[in-house]
Nanobody, 130 residues
């Protein structure tokens, strides 16, 4: 079935790095806009980064202001996997991170708002603490 699986989360000290992976089955990631979201307890789910379809829409990436210069989104088409490289992590980055394929768009939306068109993974916990 259509499925996304996140991995790579864990506990890291402030200033450390993690790389999250989002692997897809039964569909090709590079035909959709893929968005990383995160959600901390008691807070709304927020968009972190997006990568557009290079096959359909010329690619392109967007980042939330809070992570610009620290996070990098990328795709490995051979592995059908999207990555989120997170550097210089801060305690406020602590959250469950989800990847989502936007079945309604091949282009990134700078707002990175949750829509019913998103296909979700189960999430991976990132905890930044000393």
């Amino acid at each position: 079935q259509l499925q996304l699986v996140e991995s790579g989360g864990g506990l890291v000290q402030p200033g450390g790095s993690l790389r999250l992976s989002c692997a897809a089955s039964e569909f090709i990631l590079n035909y959709y806009a893929i968005v990383w979201f995160r959600q901390a307890p008691g807070k709304e789910r927020e968009g972190v980064s997006c990568i557009g379809s290079s096959a359909l829409s010329g690619g392109g990436t967007n980042y939330a202001d809070s992570v610009k210069g620290r996070f990098t989104i990328s795709i490995d088409n051979a592995k059908n996997t999207v990555y989120l490289q997170m550097n210089n992590l801060k305690p406020e980055d602590t959250a469950v991170y989800y990847c989502a394929a936007d079945r309604g768009s091949s282009r990134c939306n700078s707002m990175m708002v949750v829509t019913p068109a998103h296909l979700w993974g189960q999430g991976t916990q990132v905890t930044v603490s000393s």
